[in-house]
């Protein structure tokens, strides 16, 4: 009976989370935060598993704490997670950490800045949240960044080199219209 009931609310979960494309907010019933939200995990060795329980067998290991994920359904002490490349399983709890990363994913722009030439791997980021100021440094795609703050568009970032604004859509770890001050 227990497995029934399982396996019903996990499709349900999946079912909420595969039709609703727009990601349009929820709220968590389990931790009463907003779904989705991102996270980003809080150990080298992390399991994702199938399903929200360590008898489901494992479909990945992430080896990189700190990596952003996004939350987008909770179960008991389970979240169900997804990585910027789409893939999705469970992870417990324990293993997820709301300390906000991001990830340097593409180096779109607005403008035609002079000031610097654009790499094919890298995202240029700002001493200030315009696109014609000074580049500060580069980032290597999948280069991760701790996440200070947000505007509407742009996020003010941390990394070894240094710190400056990106724009918000080149990278992962940020909801489109997500402020954060």
């Not at 939350?71 to 997820?96: N, P, Y």
Request: proline share 4%.
């Amino acid at each position: 009976m227990k497995t029934i009931i399982l396996t019903t609310i996990l499709s349900l979960a999946i079912l909420s989370c595969t039709s609703n494309q727009s990601l349009a907010q929820t709220i968590g019933h389990v931790t009463k935060l907003p779904i989705p939200r991102f996270v980003s995990l809080k150990s080298s060795d992390v399991n994702l598993r199938k399903g929200p329980s360590t008898t489901f067998p494992i479909a990945w290991k992430y080896k990189c704490k700190g990596y952003p994920m996004l939350v987008t359904a909770e179960f008991e002490h389970w979240r169900q997670i997804e990585d910027k490349d789409g893939q999705r399983g469970w992870v417990h709890e324990s293993f997820i950490t709301g300390t906000r990363n991001v990830v340097a994913i593409k180096n779109t722009y607005h403008t035609k800045n002079t000031l610097y030439a654009k790499q094919k791997y890298e995202l240029i980021v700002f001493r200030h949240p315009d696109e014609t100021s000074y580049p500060m440094f580069r980032m290597q795609f999948g280069s991760m960044a701790k996440l200070k703050k947000c505007t509407n568009q742009w996020c003010y970032i941390k990394t070894s080199a240094g710190d400056g604004w990106a724009r918000k859509h080149n990278l992962w770890g940020v909801l489109e219209h997500e402020e954060i001050k």
